[in-house]
């Protein structure tokens, strides 16, 4: 069993939908308010172009922030910091924030980092840095995640419409942190077993891994879709990334902790599950926006840390109602930004040549069909919203101008273009569905002959519509490097894959 000391640091990479002055507004709103509530003195607010500073707010607290645009990039973009320095047992506790975006409107990248530094070279660390408070509070606020995987404070309850997600989520080639799937006794209440074992036991992970709780209405059948990566009677599964849930072999790479373990000895339990996501989130390289940051340099006049007066400046405050966004837009919006986009599958079919550059190849019937479900309006205005995204990235990608692939389009998508929510885009099938014979030949979608001599073409990108069992799906090929054209394959009800077969 690992002591704490094997303790890999903390480390939290993500992206928000937030734009970068107002996520970093909210930073600096929630340390002030830490700061504030443990005696020290409250940082004046920051002028947005002032050099590089150091606020002494207390004995041995020290502020350090700086701002800038991002070098190499566009003229938007922009980086600011934040470095907060308290004292603490053999030491000092250091947490860093730093922020990134390529363009004024777009989506912010964060990395936030908590490191012990030992008084001198041979104090002994009292431990690895606990998950900092201010990540509690912001991951509720800013709809972050890191790819694929949605990164909050508490997990998520599964129910049986949820099971899709979750199980798309995990066979997701380009998930890179942990997926935690925790179970509960069948005689236990979820919220009982959640509060009282759940909560302690998942309270390193925030912003390690996502985090789900499966519902007892839908343990079995999660357990049916997955008979090779099971988890039940209180046991927690991590699912590391590239999991094959179809390979027997593959099921002992994802760790279990047992009820048992769990009962025996909670913290060290706590302890050792937050070990492996501790050590993958710590290894993984900053995105090129973060990449981008300059190292903090502060002038010697700053390096002295005057004592910081307390503010006197009323700070605005940031308003939370607007800090629950969602990466799905509202109905409304969507309808206004689309200049009035379908109400219905048939609609859609119908309007489908509005799209100069994408050509449908599939079968309409599978797509009119989707109007027969309860939710077909409102999947059928994100299937638009996917589509003008699609339209206007190939447009930028024909004249070379796109910077990547459709997800990395969604990622940072140009001022002024359609957002369509990256964790929809996805680049590829997972490698259970792209070798099943079955699966692979139901992604063999139909292209114009000077694409392929056959007539078709292997159709693994694809759009994420709506959630649970139905689950639309758009399948499409980008061929803008050859015929400059998308030809989308298919529109319809989520393909066979392990959840469905």
């Known amino acids: 069993m690992p002591t704490d000391h094997a303790q890999p640091p903390y480390r939290l990479t993500a992206a928000t939908p937030r734009p970068h002055h107002e996520t970093t507004a909210l930073v600096d709103q929630l340390l002030a308010e830490r700061l504030k509530a443990e005696g020290h003195e409250e940082p004046a607010p920051r002028e947005r ?39 603490a047992a053999h030491g000092t506790d250091q947490l860093t924030v730093v922020l990134a975006a390529e363009s004024a409107g777009g989506p912010t990248r964060l990395r936030i980092e908590a490191d012990h530094l030992p008084a001198g070279p041979t104090a002994v660390p009292p431990g690895r840095a606990p998950v900092p408070e201010l990540v509690r509070l912001l991951l509720p606020l800013l709809d972050a995640a890191e790819g694929p995987v949605p990164l909050a404070a508490a997990p ?16 997701d080639p380009e998930r890179r942190l942990p997926t935690v799937v925790a179970s509960v006794p069948p005689a236990v209440p979820v919220e009982q077993w959640q509060r009282q074992v759940l909560d302690p036991l998942l309270r390193q992970l925030p912003g390690l891994a996502s985090l789900y709780v499966l519902g007892h209405a839908a343990l079995p059948r999660f357990n049916l879709a997955l008979e090779y990566h099971k988890v039940y009677g209180g046991a927690v599964r991590t699912f590391l990334p590239e999991a094959d849930p179809a390979s027997r072999a593959d099921a002992a790479r994802h760790p279990v902790l047992p009820r048992g373990r769990i009962d025996e000895n909670p913290r060290r339990a706590a302890a050792l599950l937050a070990r492996e996501p501790r050590r993958i989130a710590a290894e993984l390289p900053p995105p090129a926006p973060l990449d981008a940051v300059p190292e903090l340099w ?13 503010a006197v400046v009323e700070r605005p405050p940031v308003r939370l109602e607007r800090c629950r966004l969602r990466i799905d837009p509202p109905r409304e919006a969507r309808r206004a930004r689309c200049g009035g986009g379908p109400v219905s ?15 449908f190849t599939g079968d309409s019937k599978e797509t009119l069909a989707l109007d027969g479900q309860s939710e077909a309006d409102g999947w059928a205005r994100l299937t638009w919203d996917g589509l003008t995204a699609l339209q206007e990235y190939a447009a930028a990608a ?17 001022p002024g273009c359609h957002r369509f929510p990256p964790r929809k885009a996805v680049r590829g099938e997972s490698r259970t569905v792209a070798s099943h014979g079955k699966w692979k030949r139901q992604r063999m979608l139909p292209v ?10 292997f159709m693994g990108a694809h759009l994420r519509i709506g959630g649970g069992g139905t689950a639309p799906r758009v399948h499409y090929l980008d061929d803008c490097s050859g015929s400059g054209r998308i030809y989308v394959g298919y529109i319809g009800l989520h393909l066979t894959n392990t959840r469905t077969n």
């Open 156 to 171: 998520r309850l599964v129910a049986p419409a949820d099971l899709d997600g979750l199980i798309d989520e995990l066979c």
């Open 49 to 87: 172009h002032a050099p590089p500073e150091r606020l002494r707010l207390g004995e041995k607290v020290l502020l350090d922030r700086d701002d800038g645009p991002l070098p190499g990039r566009g003229p938007g973009a922009r980086y600011s910091r934040r470095r907060l320095r308290t004292p």
């Open 298 to 310: 502060l002038p010697p006049e700053a390096r002295k840390a005057p004592a910081a007066p307390r």
């Open 345 to 359: 599958f048939g609609e859609l079919v119908d309007r489908f040549g509005e799209f100069t550059l994408l050509e």
């Open 448 to 457: 114009p002959a000077a694409v392929d001599s056959s007539c078709r073409a």
């Open 398 to 414: 024909v004249r070379g101008e796109a910077g990547g692939d459709f997800k990395q389009w969604c990622e940072h998508t140009p």
